[in-house]
């Protein structure tokens, strides 16, 4: 087939060509040169074909020489780029080089005009290859413009680079992502912002298994989106759970950096009752978590009761159509209520007990006993306050006598108070 006829086959195409006509007239076509694609691409350009099909056709023919690009596994094995044994490994990965390079080269500018998946398949293969930065450049600019329509898979990198100690390349998703938050308004939808905090919380998630990712570099992909990006922060949640199960050694500040990533409003109440039972999460995100779901059960209880309010006829003497919750859910919302008010009133008895321990701490240090009144129960905010520095007291004085080892000796002359056991 001469190169007239594949430019007046190119052009007599009435619409998306099917997949065996854009097959076979790859195949027919034979181009084992790839200066001959090129100069044939360019003729098709120069007939005002779409970009699309263009692409397509670009597409179909790096998955043919090169079949690690199809993203079929199937057809991995029958590369026709792979080392021949008259050929060596360097030759082989410097042909494979000028391959990906020369696609980047031809690929048309317009956007959606190349799948997104398919250019994630290629930045990976020009990392691995070691081509120019500016290709790999290119490649990431347009990737991040359609980051939306990515899949997990295919942004699941690995990291090429010696000096990398990750599994995966969480630069470059870094990168990709923060290209994605820095596009305008209008070349970007909600929706896409959307779809791209899920994408990212999906990869934390599975990123966070790696022991030697750093903390700085989750928080950096974490917070890269804006925070209305995420109507739930369930994924996020579930990505900051499992890398504190997998990098147990973190330390109590940097475990609250960490949450701090999580708005406790954004949470399902599935997610804030595990988030409340979570024992690697520092107290004060737990209380915030427990706050938080007081408050929105509160503010559903007064929902339900304006709406009950409501149902007395007005001055028209016609009732306004609302919705009036049934006895099913009341009970629900109210053993829910319960529920956290018993959780609410353990923490505080925790707190106390641990403040009385504190205190006999305190006590034997100095050598004497100081036995000051009760007033009133403390308030759960000045509870946090002594549960935090008993934390810091226990990590200060790691390895010590606890208080419960401490037996404390008989005081002659003064009767003990009884209002200690009255609290238990």
Known sequence: MSKLALQESSVTFPGKPNQSTAECWLDDACILDMDYFVKTISGIKSKGVRPDLIGSIIVHYASKWLPDLSGDDAKKGTASLEVSSTESVTASWMKKRFFVETLVGILPPERDSIPCNFLLRLLRTANMVGVEPSYRAELE????????????????????????????????????????????????????????????????????????LSLDGFIALGAALPSHARAMDDGLYRAIDTYLKAHPGVSKQDRKVLCRLIDCRKLTPEASLHAAQNERLPVRAVIQVLFSEHTRLNRHVDWSGSFSGMRSPNKAGVEPPVRCPSKREINAQQMEIKKLKEEVVRVQSQCVAMQMQMEKLMDKKKGFFRWRKLGIMPSLKSSVSVFERIEEDREANFGRQTPIDVKPKPVRGRAVSKWRNSMS
């Open 141 to 212: 600019k347009r990737i991040s413009w359609q980051l939306d329509q990515a899949s997990l898979k295919e942004l699941m990198i690995p990291s090429f680079s010696h000096t990398c100690g990750t599994l995966l390349d969480v630069e470059l998703v870094i990168r990709l992502v923060k290209r994605f938050a820095a596009l305008d308004e209008g070349a970007r939808s909600g929706i896409a912002v959307v779809k791209v905090a899920k994408l990212v919380d999906c990869y934390l998630a599975e990123a966070a298994l790696d022991a030697n």
